[in-house]
């Protein structure tokens, strides 16, 4: 399991395994493209500089996603994190699957839906694997020891991403703020996100709902 980078570790996390399938694509790629910046950070090759990220160093990682990432990065370094985490997120999401798939790590099924709407619909090769992370992950938020910076940031990110039950998220709000602290600026970046994207499906189902009055 150390081997695989935090986005991909995010994504097994994310992944139902007792059905195949992942819940909410959107709001998984957006954890996926939080957990590559989160990455990036905890391996010393970005750091914030005035609520931006900013490459330091050179080199690659040997993990692709985070390669395409740092280019990126490299070649616009005026965007804030909020906006790195939305950009892009998709396509990064999409080549995490494909990279997950080439190395085993799962299946990945693709079909269309009414024969013009894809749909990829992951195995997991290792159920094991996801099983330890969900293990690790609430370990993790239940305990006050210390725990790796990958971990306190898998965990942060989780909770971010609305991943982890509500009632734990409130009941340890002040262990997720110190697990957020090891992680760096993309979790509160993530959280944003998701609130915005949560408001927007929100007011268009409510506008959905006056029209037909």
Known sequence: MSELSLPARAYLLACDTGRDRLPNRERVALLVRAAALTDLVLRGRITDDGGHPVVTGAGGTGHLV?????????????????????????GTLQSLEAQLDAAAVITLRTSRVLGLFPRRRPQVRDPATAAA??????????????????????????????????????????????LEEQAGATVPALRKVIRELQAARSAAVAAGSGGGG
């Open 66 to 90: 985070l390669d395409d990432l740092l280019a990126e990065l490299g070649a616009d370094s005026h965007r804030k994190w909020r906006a790195w985490v939305r950009r892009g997120a998709r």
């Open 133 to 178: 992370l969900r293990d690790s992950v609430r370990q993790a938020l239940r305990s006050d020891a210390p725990v790796p910076a990958d971990v306190a940031a898998l965990t942060s990110l989780a909770a971010a991403a609305e991943l982890l039950p509500r009632a734990e998220r409130r009941g340890r709000r002040d262990r997720l703020a110190r």
